[in-house]
């Protein structure tokens, strides 16, 4: 597979379940990214890793829990979610300069086809 | 104000006329400058990286506007294949953490036959 994938990419889950989404990249990246994607508003960025150190965190509420094992892998835990956090996932990879907190992104971010997230 | 504004449309236009869209910014400090497309249901794709001194890639031009804080995508000899959502994306240096990547809620292009 080339490119980033993205599963599963559908998923409908109840407010007490656990569940995780999971991304993989085969572009030689070093940054992953996490965005939601709901109806009517702008793609919010909530995750970023550089190699594998997680770099920024946009307030996401703690329900919300970001893994990255590697460099070619991200992951997102859901538990106890609400009806208002149905919205599209996406994963997103790009290369990056520089390490950790000093880390910057300018560069064209790949993304994955998302996971389309009901929570009812 | 938003950090990254633009006109969200949708703008219909006849396939082969020539439209533009802009998008402003807030942040004066603001690096790094891209559009992407978004067709419906799929997930965002790198159109074009936006230079200093403009840049062109065959219809599509891209433009920077440091003074008055804008960016300008111009599509010229518009495509039915050219109906999108057009996303600016702006990158901003950070202080104490890694630069913030933020976009525009996108402007809707429709291209009629």
């Known amino acids: 597979e080339t490119g980033v994938t993205q599963t599963p990419r559908h998923l409908v889950m109840g407010m007490t379940n656990k569940k995780s989404l999971k991304c993989e990249q085969h572009?030689?990246?070093?940054?992953m990214y996490w965005y939601k994607q709901s109806a009517k508003k702008p793609l919010e960025l909530m995750f970023v890793?550089?190699?594998?150190?997680?770099?920024e965190n946009n307030s996401v509420p703690s329900r919300f829990s970001p893994e990255c094992p590697n460099s070619s892998h991200l992951f997102l835990h859901l538990h106890t979610l609400q009806p208002e956090d149905s919205a599209l996932y996406l994963c997103?990879?790009?290369?990056?300069?520089?390490?950790?907190?000093?880390?910057?992104?300018?560069?064209?971010?790949?993304f994955g086809p998302g996971t389309r997230l009901t929570v009812l | 104000r938003k950090e990254v504004e633009q006109d969200p449309g949708p703008f219909n236009v006849p396939e082969g006329a020539t439209v533009a869209f802009n998008c402003t910014y807030s942040?004066?400090?603001?690096?790094?400058f891209f559009w992407y497309r978004q067709d419906c249901r799929k997930e965002p794709k790198l159109l074009m990286s936006?230079?200093?001194s403009g840049n062109e890639d065959g219809r599509f031009t891209a433009q920077l506007n440091r003074a008055s804080q804008y960016i300008s995508l111009l599509i010229r000899d518009s495509k039915l294949s050219d109906s999108a959502t057009y996303l600016c994306?702006?990158?901003?240096?950070?202080?104490?953490?890694?630069?913030?990547?933020?976009f525009g809620s996108g402007t809707r292009l429709s291209i009629r036959p």
């Open positions: 997103a990879s790009s290369h990056t300069s520089g390490t950790g907190v000093l880390s910057v992104h300018y560069n064209e971010q790949f």
């Open positions: 572009l030689g990246h070093n940054a």
């Open positions: 890793y550089s190699l594998e150190e997680r770099v």
């Open positions: 942040n004066s400090a603001s690096q790094s």
């Open positions: 936006v230079y200093s």
């Open positions: 994306v702006v990158t901003i240096p950070g202080y104490s953490s890694a630069s913030k990547i933020i």
